[in-house]
């Protein structure tokens, strides 16, 4: 497809388990932004890539929260010792570069019981 | 402080009339874009328009215009012959040029079309 494509859409998971959330830009974007949308609240900027690098990670939470795009194009969003907290809506989106309009993926819909 | 503002947290309006989702944004920037995304049901965030700072003409993309002010700070959407697909939520962001690529988002109004 030529969307951004997200995987899995639902995760459900224990409490302190490891989870790893994955997004497929749109091929030739190099820039790559996850975010998390709680119920009924707008989405919020987690961290964003240009191409292989992080360049602003300034929204991840606390240091539980990773995320990497090695070949600067997947990306994985990794969350050790989960919480009830983090049940949320992660987005990933993508754009041609940082000054074009993102284009957003289905989401992952992560349930932590 | 709130940088983005949607002070509506739902809105009616009649099939085929327009309707006006309001959006005011806060930034001591002077270079910036503002951006509305509708989201359906089924969750995707999808891009209608944006405004650039410096834009001196309001954007339009179809059925859709961005009523921008910049001296009061807003940025309202005015969707014109509403449809009943139009029903949705629909989120104003904005994108601070000096810090990446990164949205902000506003808390998303929630428009029902009726038929």
């Known amino acids: 497809g030529a969307g951004v494509s997200q995987t899995p859409s639902n995760k459900v998971t224990e409490k302190g388990k490891y989870v790893e959330l994955r997004c497929d830009p749109i091929?030739?974007?190099?820039?790559l932004y996850w975010y998390r949308q709680s119920l009924g609240q707008g989405p919020e900027f987690l961290i964003y890539f240009q191409g292989t690098g992080a360049a602003d990670d300034s929204g991840l939470p606390n240091d539980r929260f990773f995320a990497v795009r090695p070949e600067g194009s997947v990306s994985t969003l990794k969350i050790q010792r989960t919480e009830r907290g983090d049940s949320a809506v992660y987005l990933c989106?993508?754009?041609?570069?940082?000054?074009?309009?993102?284009?957003f993926g289905q989401g992952t819909r992560l349930t932590v019981v | 402080a709130q940088k983005i503002t949607q002070t509506q947290p739902g809105m009616f309006v009649q099939e085929k009339e327009a309707v006006t989702l309001d959006c005011t944004y806060d930034?001591?920037?002077?270079?910036?874009?503002l951006f509305w995304y509708k989201q359906p049901s089924s969750g995707e965030m999808i891009f209608l328009i944006y405004?650039?700072?410096?834009?001196?003409q309001n954007a339009t993309e179809g059925r859709y215009s961005l009523n921008f002010q910049k001296a009061r700070k807003s940025a309202n959407l005015v969707i014109s012959a509403s449809q009943l697909g139009d029903s949705a939520m629909y989120f104003c962001?904005?994108?601070?040029?000096?810090?990446?690529?990164?949205?902000?988002f506003g808390q998303g109004t929630e428009l029902s079309v009726k038929p």
């Open positions: 962001a904005m994108r601070e040029n000096n810090q990446g690529g990164k949205l902000i």
């Open positions: 405004q650039g700072s410096y834009d001196e």
């Open positions: 091929s030739g974007h190099t820039a």
């Open positions: 930034t001591s920037d002077q270079s910036y874009g």
């Open positions: 989106a993508s754009s041609l570069t940082k000054w074009t309009e993102a284009f």
